[in-house]
């Protein structure tokens, strides 16, 4: 159980444009979900949470105009690279929990982003 | 705020021994504890947890060590094999707000035969 599934796995964009994420709970409904970064040989660094029905809430020095995110469902948010940059690329990996005081979360596998 | 390190950025250990991965954590009002395995180009998987009220938990092949006084954790790891390959990360957050999960460097672990 608790499966998340990320779409896609790998995307090559070009310097100005936009790329969306997607993150969903295949088998739980998550409340909320967790989008982090993570740079080569680096860990997981928290970018933001993501709730149902509700505006993210980000981590300091993220901005939220460049990195949009919506929790339209239980099952599904989205992280959109806006207006993306080389320093944009990345590993994006999102998470999701069903029930955060009792549950861990469990990770997508993660986007490849590579802005050109 | 919350730091977490890693003793040891590499660790090699020859197939069929126990590796032992550790990890420190500064904040003491950290309650909840994960351990995650991460092989390239994948998404972290979640190995075992240990929440504050417990000093050890064992899972298959794993077992974690919580030393709240010296704000201390480890991964245990019987019988390492060449699959085990990967790189952990432990994480330290506060029960009911998993969302701040602070994660460590990570330990790149290495089997060999």
């Known amino acids: 159980g608790a499966v998340v599934s990320q779409h896609p796995s790998r995307v090559i964009c070009k310097s100005g444009t936009s790329v969306k994420i997607e993150c969903r709970s295949l088998d739980f409904q998550a409340t909320t979900m967790f989008w982090y970064r993570q740079f080569p040989k680096q860990s997981l660094m928290l970018m933001a949470t993501s709730n149902e029905g509700s505006k993210a809430t980000y981590e300091q020095g993220v901005e939220k105009d460049k990195f949009l995110i919506n929790h339209a469902s239980l099952t599904l948010s989205t992280l959109t690279v806006t207006s993306a940059h080389p320093e944009d690329s990345s590993f994006y990996i999102c998470?999701?929990?069903?029930?955060?005081?009792?549950?861990?979360?469990?990770f997508g596998n993660g986007t490849r982003l590579t802005v050109t | 705020g919350e730091s977490v390190g890693l003793h040891l950025p590499t660790l090699s250990v020859q197939e069929g021994d126990n590796s032992i991965i550790n990890c420190a954590y500064s904040n003491s009002a950290s309650d909840y504890f994960i351990w995650y395995k991460q092989e390239s180009g994948k998404g972290p998987q979640f190995i075992i947890d240990i929440r504050s009220n417990m000093d050890k938990r064992q899972g298959q092949r794993v077992t974690v060590l919580l030393n709240k006084t010296v704000k201390h954790l480890s991964l245990q790891i019987a019988a390492t094999q060449p699959g085990d390959s990967a790189v952990y990360f432990c994480?330290?957050?506060?029960?009911?707000?998993?969302?701040?999960?602070?994660f460590g460097t990570g330990t790149r672990l290495q089997v060999t035969l």
């Open positions: 994480a330290a957050g506060y029960t009911g707000t998993a969302s701040k999960l602070t």
């Open positions: 998470s999701a929990s069903g029930d955060y005081n009792n549950s861990p979360l469990h």
